[in-house]
């Protein structure tokens, strides 16, 4: 805050905006911070009826619900009387972005899979195709043929894994459908 900032200030509005934002009341330690080098200070009694008038905005578990299934972090903002109305939500949202990610990891497991699949794949017709290719000895076409089966048997192993990753994006999914609709009570 500048110095006119300082000087116009209403607290108990800074300290309500604060509040209803869900930041802490040590935000006036900032504010006090901020003005202290223009030689203000800030009215905390105001500040504090502010943040707490502030707090009944945010303070609700509806919003808690909403900062947990984004997997953002609780700074204790919410008056004790206020807390745990907004920590049931969080933490049900904190299970909601759990399984969520759980979902997403189990996703880009199964993609990577499916990635060195097609590079695989892609090697095994590239040696193929060099396997009739005019010119090589015997000898040549024996050490392609090789490679080609080692290929493959290393490709067989990746279908087996792709089945189990895809069990387990099916199984992801499906928990985070069933606590989506366990928590729908938030939408």
């Given at each position: ?28 330690a ?5 003005c ?7 009215d ?16 609700t ?11 953002k ?7 004790e009387?206020?807390?745990n109305a ?23 497991n ?9 590079k ?27 490679d ?6 290393d490709l ?14 099916a ?17």
């Amino acid at each position: 805050m500048d110095k006119s900032m300082c000087l116009a200030a209403n607290w108990q509005t800074i300290g309500f905006e604060d509040g209803a934002a869900g930041r802490p009341q040590t935000e006036i330690a900032q504010h006090r911070k901020d003005c202290a080098k223009h030689g203000i200070t800030p009215d905390l009694t105001a500040y504090r009826t502010g943040h707490d008038e502030g707090s009944v905005l945010f303070c609700t578990d509806n919003n808690g619900f909403r900062h947990g299934s984004a997997g953002k972090n609780y700074q204790n903002s919410c008056p004790e009387a206020l807390a745990n109305a907004f920590l049931s939500g969080f933490k049900d949202g904190e299970e909601l972005y759990q399984a969520q990610g759980s979902m997403n990891h189990a996703q880009s497991n199964l993609n990577h899979l499916l990635n060195d699949i097609s590079k695989l794949q892609t090697q095994i017709d590239q040696q193929t195709e060099m396997m009739i290719a005019d010119g090589l000895t015997r000898d040549e076409r024996a050490k392609i043929r090789d490679d080609i089966a080692l290929m493959q048997a290393d490709l067989a192993q990746l279908y087996v894994q792709r089945s189990e990753f895809e069990q387990q994006v099916a199984a992801a999914k499906f928990n985070y459908e069933r606590t989506l609709r366990r928590f729908s009570r938030y939408n």
